[in-house]
């Protein structure tokens, strides 16, 4: 069977689809993945360059997935068969499918670190390390052979709970409640670890560049990579979305909201986090570990540490919920079209098919420690896969799509631009964006 079930829902206004899609930008990409990579690649230099990244790059791009989603009125497998229905490129949107669920099933683990870390703190129950063992503390979590599985599945309880209610009543609702909420924490955050002695060093790499940085080639690479990664490109999400909208809205003006408040949310989510790091004599190049190790002794030493380690795990949950129900989505609306399932059906057999997934991502670390792909453990050779060659691939067919297959005049007539500014929109699709995606994409290979 196949068709949609009922009538297709939209978005109430357009404030509320944009508070949806900047929840589904507003992840863990934002927090724990760009402090970590902005600390590993120079800082204020590397922040520059992912501004322009997302410039010249995301926001093209953002508004080309934007433009077809709306463009189909449908899931994003419906949206590139009807912008292309004879090209190859069609098949980008069940990839785009099949993608962003893989994410999801290795997402949900990382968010259920977060999740068990904020239940530890929240409840005052947190295991003191012994002789500051922080990164023992987190080994003995992801090590374990049963906690990792149980967070991994509340947290994707949490999200199919969200996503089977519906467009309004689920998604829009959720995320006109979250994403208030994550602001007013995040700007907490930033406030008290501003008033830490020894902040002024964090503002400092954050915002004042070290020039000799802009010579290494690795610091663009990460910075373009970080910009397609935080924003949600090429996963289907915003084609998803877009479908959801009607035609009475200006695309531009959401794509440029959704754009800003996602770099702004990056730069506090910075802001609460350098000053921290350097105001207690800690390096800010410290991998993926900076939030479940090195923060942690941060809290461990700082006054009312505790407090504000609740605040920072409940705003990584949060960010990581907003984004899940986004990315599963994306599955759901293709089976309620494809195969006429019920929502609540097809959220429930999507999350209990992912959550099977993600077991060997969640184990992992600790029983299935040994089993090696491609040399690297599951979650990371599912994650390398996915962001250095699936991602791209898609971002690179989206641009294709939109640049060269799809009409010019009926693109930019749907992307809402006027002649000018839609000849700038083209060019980039067409030339500069797909050059970048393969360089990030060649990165990938090794080949760079």
Do not use: C, K
Request: proline share 5%; hydrophobic share 55%.
């Amino acid at each position: 069977m196949t068709g949609d079930a009922g009538p297709r829902e939209q978005w109430s206004t357009r404030t509320a689809f944009v508070l949806a899609t900047l929840g589904s930008a507003v992840g863990l990409g934002n927090i724990w993945r760009f402090s970590y990579v902005a600390g590993e690649n120079g800082g204020g230099a590397f922040l520059l360059v992912y501004l322009a990244a997302v410039l010249l790059v995301g926001l093209p791009l953002l508004l080309a997935e934007f433009a077809l989603g709306r463009h189909a009125q449908g899931d994003v497998v419906r949206a590139f068969e009807r912008s292309a229905p004879r090209s190859p490129i069609r098949f980008v949107g069940l990839l785009a499918v099949g993608g962003s669920a893989l994410i999801l099933s290795y997402y949900s683990v990382v968010a259920g670190w977060t999740l068990s870390y904020l239940a530890d703190y929240a409840t005052g129950l947190l295991r003191p390390p012994v002789d500051g063992d922080h990164a023992g503390r987190f080994r003995e979590l992801i090590a374990d052979p049963v906690e990792p599985l149980l967070w991994h599945l509340l947290f994707l309880v949490a999200t199919v709970a969200v996503v089977a209610v519906g467009v309004r009543s689920g998604i829009e609702r959720a995320n006109r409640i979250l994403v208030p909420l994550l602001g007013v924490t995040v700007v907490g955050l930033a406030v008290y670890s501003l008033t830490l002695p020894g902040a002024a060093a964090g503002v400092a790499f954050l915002l004042s560049p070290d020039w000799s940085a802009l010579t290494r080639p690795g610091v663009y690479l990460a910075a373009l990579g970080q910009a397609f990664f935080s924003l949600g490109l090429a996963m289907g999400i915003l084609v998803t979305y877009g479908g959801y909208l009607g035609r009475e809205h200006r695309l531009p003006t959401a794509a440029g909201a959704v754009v800003g408040g996602d770099v702004l949310f990056a730069v506090v989510a910075g802001l609460a986090i350098f000053p921290a790091v350097f105001a207690f004599g800690l390096a800010p190049a410290q991998g993926p570990v900076l939030a479940f190790v090195v923060l942690p002794q941060v809290f461990g030493v700082m006054p009312g540490g505790g407090l504000a380690a609740a605040a920072f795990f409940f705003l990584l949950v949060v960010a990581a919920l907003t984004s899940a129900v986004s990315l599963l989505e994306v599955s759901v609306a293709y089976a309620v079209r494809r195969f006429g399932l019920g929502r609540p059906q097809a959220a429930m057999l999507l999350g209990f098919l992912i959550f099977l997934f993600g077991i060997p991502s969640a184990l992992g670390f600790g029983p299935w420690s040994e089993i090696q792909i491609l040399g690297r453990g599951f979650l990371d050779a599912i994650d390398h896969v996915m962001s250095d060659f699936v991602l791209p691939l898609a971002g690179i067919g989206v641009a294709l799509l939109v640049g060269w297959v799809w009409q010019s005049r009926a693109a930019v007539a749907e992307a809402g631009l006027g002649s000018g500014l839609g000849r700038l929109w083209l060019g980039l699709l067409r030339y500069l964006v797909p050059l970048v995606i393969l360089l990030v994409l060649l990165r990938g290979t090794a080949v760079l």
